[in-house]
């Protein structure tokens, strides 16, 4: 069981990024111990995706501070070193895994360029832990050594997860990662992405629009609303009792049994 | 006339595919009364949009077609010209993506009038005075000003709330909407759905809903069909469909989705993944090689789409697990 009181191992605070006059993200701030998994809740143009992009390092802070395993990361790196250090606190699955995987590159290739970037290990060594991984995420034999156009959107997320894990991450940002996926698939990966936690003690930052998927995954929630927190606490607390306006609309708008879709005034 | 609007008997597509014809769509049959809203449910590569492109005469060059639709009594397979046009007057469609399905250079007033104009030689003015009133429709206020404007000025829910008043501008009888809100954000969904259903009842508009959303088909359709590699594999009133499936698969995807409400220990995953029609065996149950309920007979014979409970279930042991689907054992 992971310790509630335990150095947290991503702090975000204060953090701002502006896009000429428009602020996209506006003084947000919160904390993941090592274990937990968070959601950062919203709709196009929250702000979402533009924090986990800085929290990557893709984008640069206006204003704000982002700390991994008490590493600063909201300046860009100054040497390959410090990059590759930072590649094993951070890592992220993006939402497409069409455009996300090179095409020239097998599963097996993928996995095992990361192995050799960042643990410099031995081919047996790094053949093993590609064996490993394919098996962790579910893919046989031929589908580690098959090319990405011959692998199905869930077998490719899948690929796109253990490559991300390769590098043995603390923290691993899943920013839409079973949006674009059948429902059967989805929940082949939810369960996938509940197991690796609780095998590897990785931290999950989930960037998510569906509620249902927030409340799967994740034991906090950020709610946010063009660039601002609106909400945050306890997932399960946010989805029983929204507090803000704005999270109850949401909360409202989800499709359910006997749900009817109402205009608004 | 109180017969039905649409009719689709024994439809099978075959597509060619590197050179193969590859069978997309497998002996679909239903019918649609006029006014009622139809979901159509499944997974990628169900049929479910082939379906509605069948139906629109939007299917790409070269499809084998066998089967009948036949559209107020007159089949739409030898339609051509002329015929052609008028039909696809009264068969209006909407798409996924509105940003897919617009040109970017043309103003919206230019776009949504130009059926209006070309086919039914509306004149400019009066067919701008319809437009702005069919996005006040829409709830789109200030229509005359978003007339002059261009796609990329305006949010993906507007767009789509523009492609919805476009498509209802010749006033067709029967609207075709494939996924229309998939990429919208849910609360902008939310909207766009209680407008559809606001509009459907105004209009008498007959639509059939495609969706992989069980629950968002249940919102608005009476009816919903539910697909699987291509086939049939469940018709059921909407209102039944998540609480008393008729087919294992069903009630298998209604299980996989997370809940809301509550956090699973474990999601209830199908195992595998959904096949396409081409892939799927043809010789016994579709669907068998993934269902936590299959048994030999299940891969004896493909199974017919039987009535059960004022529904259609396409499984053999449909009657033995009434009532039982709720509970998915593991496979």
């Not at chain 2, 087919?247 to 209604?254: G, I, Q, R, W």
Request: glycine share 8%; charged share 25%.
């Amino acid at each position: 069981m992971p310790d509630p009181d335990a150095a947290p191992v991503l702090e975000v605070a204060g953090l701002r990024k502006e896009f000429g006059d428009l602020v996209a993200v506006d003084d947000v701030s919160f904390v993941l111990p090592p274990g937990r998994s968070l959601a950062i809740v919203g709709e196009s143009g929250s702000g979402k995706t533009t924090i986990a992009r800085m929290i990557v390092g893709l984008e640069r802070p206006t204003r704000g501070t982002i700390t991994a395993c008490g590493h600063d990361r909201s300046r860009p790196v100054k040497s390959a070193r410090d990059r590759r250090r930072r590649g094993r606190e951070v890592q992220i699955v993006f939402q497409d895994p069409y455009t996300s995987l090179d095409p020239r590159q097998t599963a097996e290739v993928t996995i095992d360029e990361v192995l050799r970037l960042h643990h410099g290990w031995p081919a047996g060594r790094r053949r093993a832990r590609v064996a490993e991984l394919t098996e962790l995420v579910g893919l046989d034999d031929r589908q580690a050594r098959a090319l990405p156009r011959s692998l199905s959107g869930g077998q490719r997320q899948r690929v796109a997860i253990a490559r991300a894990l390769a590098a043995e991450p603390a923290i691993l940002i899943l920013d839409e990662s079973v949006a674009a996926l059948d429902v059967s698939i989805q929940a082949q990966v939810l369960n996938l992405l509940a197991d690796i936690r609780d095998e590897t003690a990785v931290s999950y930052v989930l960037i998510s629009h569906d509620l249902a998927v927030v409340r799967q995954l994740t034991d906090e929630a950020i709610v946010l609303h063009r660039g601002e927190v609106v909400e945050r606490g306890r997932t399960a607390q946010i989805l029983d009792d929204p507090q803000h306006p704005y999270t109850r609309r949401l909360r409202a708008s989800v499709p359910r049994p006997g749900w009817k879709p109402a205009r608004r005034a | 006339m109180n017969g039905p609007l649409l009719e689709v008997d024994g439809l099978t597509v075959l597509l060619e595919v590197e050179g193969t014809p590859r069978t997309v769509l497998r002996d679909i049959s239903f019918t649609m009364r006029p006014g009622e809203a139809v979901g159509l449910v499944g997974e990628s590569g169900s049929g479910k949009s082939m379906t509605a492109r069948a139906i629109g005469r939007l299917l790409p060059r070269g499809a084998e077609v066998h089967g009948s639709i036949r559209f107020s009594g007159s089949d739409i397979g030898s339609l051509s010209g002329a015929a052609l046009r008028r039909y696809r007057g009264q068969v209006a469609m909407i798409f996924q993506d509105p940003r897919a399905h617009i040109n970017p250079v043309r103003r919206i007033g230019d776009f949504m009038t130009e059926a209006l104009r070309t086919n039914l030689g509306v004149p400019a003015d009066q067919a701008r005075r319809r437009a702005a009133d069919m996005l006040a429709q829409v709830g789109i206020e200030d229509g005359t000003r978003r007339l002059r404007q261009y796609p990329h000025q305006m949010s993906g829910g507007i767009l789509q709330r523009i492609m919805i008043a476009a498509a209802l501008l010749t006033e067709p009888r029967l609207l075709l909407a494939d996924e229309p809100t998939t990429a919208l954000d849910v609360t902008t969904q939310a909207e766009v759905m209680a407008i559809l259903d606001g509009l459907r009842q105004d209009f008498g508009l007959t639509v059939l809903f495609i969706t992989h959303d069980l629950e968002l088909a249940a919102a608005i359709c009476d009816r919903t069909v539910v697909m699987y590699a291509g086939q049939i594999a469940e018709v059921r009133a909407s209102s039944l469909l998540h609480d008393d499936p008729l087919h294992p698969y069903t009630a298998a995807l209604a299980a996989a989705r997370p809940d809301i409400t509550q956090t699973a220990h474990r999601l209830r995953a199908i195992p595998g993944r959904p096949l396409s029609a081409f892939e799927a065996p043809t010789a016994e149950c579709a669907f068998a090689p993934r269902c936590p309920h299959a048994r030999d007979i299940c891969r004896e014979a493909l199974p017919v789409l039987a009535e059960l409970d004022g529904g259609l279930s396409r499984c053999v042991r449909a009657h033995e697990l009434r009532g039982q689907l709720q509970e998915v054992p593991r496979a």
